[in-house]
Every structure is written in structure tokens, then in C-alpha cells.
């Protein structure tokens, strides 16, 4: 009943406040902060943050990627500290956040705080919450979280503890699971509760629902799940209208970012690629021409899997292996004298457009550029960085779902959870060499890997993609690894997009371009505006990156001629 009278009073506290009815005080906040050693000035929406934080006490920050949330975050930690309302902090995030909540509590409150990560085996991890003290600030994992939720509930009952959840809305899965039960059990035992995400919503509006309730776990906002479910699914501004009093959120363009330049390079295919390529779209064309119908085109559109086409203009010898990440099995049933060239396609042949990005580097790092290279395949990432560094006498680096960094964010796999010194720690130590190496560098990676928590935008501005999919989001938050707040004034971010085109014919690289460029708008609103909406992914990665009813219906017309363009 308490914390009923609690969150109705704070509601319309939030709401007089939002609403300009009632004012902050905001010089008594920086009052706290001085006397909490706070180091770094605030700019005005983080501050924004901040007044509705103090006062509506456990909120979300779901502005943009790259708006400083840990920051703001961190601040309201410290006037709590100092006002002795909270004594310790509890961050739950991916592990890739770990450094630079580090970081940021580095700079912007010196010693005054210390971080802890929560890791190693459960007689370690028992010793790190056994000595926890005041004015710490413990990191942890999900799955850490969830294997460790009755220690956390012990730790919030000895001491009064800030429960904060960063990139939220990893934790968004509406029926089972065990990261969004875990947590919620433990925020019910939290002083204050932050959750902290630039996408919140990436599938539907229902992904709210386990975020809103760490928030406020007597399910205040949602009521139950069912009642959630319909309530999504025939009125979801009123949905909205509930969170909204808790929920700040701030658009890329309060920002004050310089644009970003965008460079499009034409690559020929060439040789055995060349081939290759026109062997795939002919395939494809065979299928289509027997399909007798208009949505049995679709349906062998779909069922051929274009990614093959974006394979063959990236690298060939990706079709002779299986990709586990959009699970595709090794091409099968070429021409024998093709397939004996495929087979041995590493070795008597370069992609044509690792050739061009490799000539792109060489024009950036004579500048005294650093820049990332993305792919969406992991061996196109082996072997560009192969030849990179067979080129370039400077570091060239790379980072993919295989590089230790613990358990997996994407996992919910509590059994023999154990994260041991030197996982994430690799990961990290491979970004800040390349940010902090002197002279240029190369970081070649993939955006399922490093699309999230990561900031690349201190010393590198520039990016080149061997590849892109149709998946529109993934692409944008891409470029926001670069191009975010904290960008030094005098940088241009230039963003290098390779196209592969065959006898001076655009490939399906043209289709994507073009289909990014018409959903871009669309998706800015979603990913980077002022409202909060579901932004309508697929759980599935390759539903997204192989496109939507239109795109397919796209690249049919495409493929019989009926349409063409540039």
C-alpha cells in the first residue's frame, strides 16, 4: 500500500514538473555534486534528466545511443550518495558497458568512487558482496544478476542500494526467460531504480513491459502481463502516456552533432566474382520464371535466401562455408567448373572490394586517420584483416562474437555462469589500443558484435562498410559508434559505403542502398526522435538483413528486368 501512495504522489510530482508547473532546484543539485567531488559539467538535456530523476526517483533514460545516459546517470548516483538516500550502486549491463561505466565514474567522480566487477566463481563473487561498503559502484552482467539474485536481495537489504540496468531492453522478453524475473524480484528490494536504453522497444510495444516493471516491480505501470499484452495491441499512446511521466528521452538532434558525410565508391566485380555473382542472380532468375504466381515469386525469393547475393558481391569464398549467425548452409549445386574455382577462391583471388577498402585506408592513414571496417560476415572479417596487415605496418585489429567477452549477452544461460579476469578485459584492451595508438589504426568488426556500449567516436571519425544488409537499424547504430556526443568540435565523420556493381550494372549492393536510403527516415524518427516507439525488428537477425515484403518484392522486379535502380 506504501508503495502505491508513493508512486501516485511521485507520478503527480513528475507531472507537474514536465508539465513546467512546478520548477527544479536545479543550484541545490550542483550543490550536492560539488560536495561529491563531481568533476564534469552537465549540458542541459542531461540535466533535464537529472530533475526528473531526483524527482520522480526511479525513471528510464531511453535517450538516443551516444547521448551521454551514463553520465546523467552517474550524477543522480552521486547526489544520492552524498544525500545518503543510497549508499552503493548496482550497475546490471552487457559486458561491453563494464568499461565504460568505469570510465565515466573515473572522470567524473576521481576516487570519491570506485567500481567493482562482480566476476569469477560464486565463492569470488560472494566475496566481492560480502565486502561491498559505500560509495561503490558494482558492475555486473545479466546472467551474473540472474545466478547471483538472491546475494543481490541480501546485498539490498544490508545496504540501501541504486539498482541500475543499462541497454534495458536486452532484458525486454515478455513470457520466460530468466534475466527481466530475476531482476524484477531484486528491484523490489532496490532504493532506486534506473533503466537505461537507447532503443527500448527494437521488437514491439510489448517490450516495455519487463523494463517498466524493474522500474516499478508491482507492475504500478503495466498491470499485469495480459492486461499489458491488450492494452499494446489496441491503444498503445495510452500505453505510453503511462510510462511517460518516468521516461526521459532525448533526440540525437538536441545533440548539436555535426552531419555526418556519406561517400559512395562503385567496385567492379571482377574474374571469378564476377561469375560467381551472375551465376547467383541467375539462379535466383531460373526460380523466379518457373514460380507461377506473383507471390510464389516472393515465396522463392524468400526460400533462395538473398543473402547469398550479398555474400557473392562481398567476398565468393563465403558461399563455401556455413554462417551459423543467419544460419546458412555451404552453397551447393554450381557448375563443376565453377565450384572447383570457389572452392580454391582465397587463394587466386582478392573481393574486389577489399581491394578498394584496402585503397581507402591507405588515403585515410596517411591523413593520420584511424578507421572501422565493417562486415557482416565473420570470415570476410578474418580475411580482410589478413590482407590489411599483410599492407599496413600499423595495428590492425578485430573484434567478433568470438572474442572473449564472457558470457553472451544474447544467451540466458545461468548454469556454471563464471566470467574470469581476462574475458571482456580483451575485448576492451583491443579498443582502446585502437583508439589510443598513436598514428593510424584499423578495427575491422561486425555490427552484431559491436553495435552497442561501444564508443569509438574519441580519435576515430571514419568507417568503411565492406558489406551492409537491408537491416536499417543496425546500420544507424553502426555510424552512432562514431558520431556521437563528445565528438571533438574540429572532426567530420565520413562514412565509406563500397557498392559492387558487374559490367557497369548495379548488384544487389544498388538494392540495399536504396532501400536504407528510403527507410532512413523512417528509422531516424524511430531510432533517434523525441517519441518513444516500437521500432519493429525480428528477433531473427536474418529476417531483418535479407528485407521486408517490399524489399523482396524489390529485388524480384529487379532480377526479371522490370525494374531498375541506381
Not at 524511430?526 to 516500437?534: Q, Y
Not at 528477433?539 to 517490399?550: F, I, K, L, R, T
Request: hydrophobic letters at 40%; glycine letters at 6%.
Amino acid at each position: 500500500m506504501e508503495r502505491r501512495r508513493s508512486f501516485s504522489r511521485v507520478t503527480e510530482q513528475a507531472l507537474r514538473l514536465r508539465s513546467g508547473e512546478e520548477h527544479f532546484n536545479h543550484g541545490a543539485l550542483n550543490a550536492t555534486l560539488d560536495e561529491a567531488g563531481w568533476h564534469r559539467a552537465l549540458r542541459p538535456h542531461q540535466q533535464e534528466f537529472a530533475a526528473l530523476a531526483m524527482t520522480a526517483i526511479n525513471v528510464a533514460n531511453f535517450s538516443v545511443p551516444g547521448a551521454g545516459k551514463t553520465a546523467a546517470t552517474l550524477a543522480v548516483a552521486a547526489a544520492h550518495m552524498q544525500l545518503g538516500t543510497v549508499d552503493l550502486v548496482v550497475v546490471v549491463g552487457p559486458l561491453a558497458s563494464f568499461e565504460p561505466w568505469e570510465r565515466e565514474t573515473q572522470v567524473c567522480l576521481g576516487a570519491r568512487a570506485t567500481t567493482r566487477r562482480v566476476r569469477g566463481n560464486k565463492r569470488e563473487r560472494l566475496a566481492v558482496y560480502a565486502s561491498a561498503r559505500p560509495w561503490q559502484i558494482l558492475v555486473l552482467s545479466y546472467a551474473t544478476a540472474a545466478a547471483d539474485q538472491r546475494e543481490l536481495i541480501e546485498l539490498c537489504s544490508s545496504w540501501n542500494v541504486m539498482l541500475i540496468v543499462d541497454e534495458s531492453h536486452r532484458v525486454k522478453r515478455f513470457r520466460g526467460g530468466l534475466w527481466a524475473p530475476a531482476l524484477t524480484e531484486v528491484a523490489k528490494s532496490a532504493r532506486v531504480r534506473h533503466v537505461l536504453s537507447g532503443t527500448p522497444m527494437p521488437q514491439s510495444g510489448k517490450d516495455l513491459f519487463s523494463q517498466a516493471n524493474i522500474m516499478w516491480p508491482d507492475q504500478q505501470l503495466t498491470g499485469n502481463r495480459d492486461a499489458f499484452a491488450a492494452a499494446v495491441d489496441q491503444d498503445f499512446g495510452r500505453v505510453a502516456s503511462r510510462v511517460h511521466p518516468f521516461a526521459h528521452r532525448t533526440p540525437k538532434a538536441a545533440l548539436g552533432l555535426p552531419d555526418y558525410e556519406v561517400h559512395s565508391h562503385s567496385v567492379p566485380l571482377v574474374g571469378t566474382q564476377a561469375e560467381v555473382y551472375e551465376y547467383i542472380e541467375g539462379r535466383f532468375r531460373r526460380e523466379l520464371n518457373d514460380a507461377a504466381t506473383w507471390q510464389d515469386k516472393i515465396a522463392a525469393m524468400r526460400r533462395g535466401r538473398p543473402i547469398r547475393l550479398l555474400q557473392a558481391a562481398a567476398n565468393p569464398d563465403l558461399l563455401n562455408g556455413r554462417d551459423s549467425y543467419f544460419n546458412l548452409p555451404a552453397l551447393d549445386e554450381q557448375p563443376t567448373s565453377l565450384m572447383e574455382r570457389l572452392a580454391t577462391y582465397a587463394r587466386f583471388e582478392v573481393p574486389a572490394k577489399s581491394l578498394a577498402a584496402l585503397d581507402l585506408i591507405e588515403q585515410i592513414a596517411a591523413a593520420n586517420g584511424k578507421v572501422v571496417c565493417w562486415s557482416n560476415f565473420v570470415p570476410n572479417l578474418d580475411q580482410f584483416s589478413r590482407l590489411a596487415r599483410a599492407r599496413f605496418a600499423f595495428p590492425v585489429l578485430q573484434i567478433d562474437g568470438r572474442v572473449p567477452a564472457g558470457t553472451d549477452s544474447l544467451h540466458e544461460d545461468m548454469q556454471g555462469i563464471v566470467e574470469n579476469a581476462g574475458e571482456v578485459d580483451t575485448r576492451e584492451r583491443i579498443i582502446d589500443r585502437f583508439l589510443n595508438v598513436d598514428g593510424p589504426s584499423v578495427l575491422v568488426t561486425n555490427p552484431a558484435s559491436c553495435s552497442e556500449s561501444i564508443s569509438l567516436h574519441s580519435t576515430c571519425h571514419n568507417a568503411i562498410y565492406l558489406d551492409r544488409t537491408y537491416d536499417c537499424a543496425l546500420f544507424l547504430q553502426s555510424i552512432d559508434r562514431i558520431h556521437r556526443l563528445g565528438l571533438p568540435p574540429e572532426a567530420t565523420v565520413r562514412i565509406h559505403v563500397l557498392c559492387a556493381t558487374v559490367d557497369g550494372r548495379m548488384t544487389v549492393d544498388g538494392l540495399v542502398g536504396s532501400s536504407l536510403r528510403q527507410k532512413s527516415d523512417a528509422m531516424r524518427q524511430l531510432l533517434e526522435g523525441a517519441e518513444l516507439s516500437p521500432i519493429g525488428l525480428s528477433d531473427d537477425p536474418s529476417v531483418d538483413a535479407e528485407g521486408s515484403e517490399d524489399d523482396l518484392e524489390s529485388m524480384v522486379r529487379f532480377l526479371l528486368g522490370e525494374e531498375m535502380r541506381s
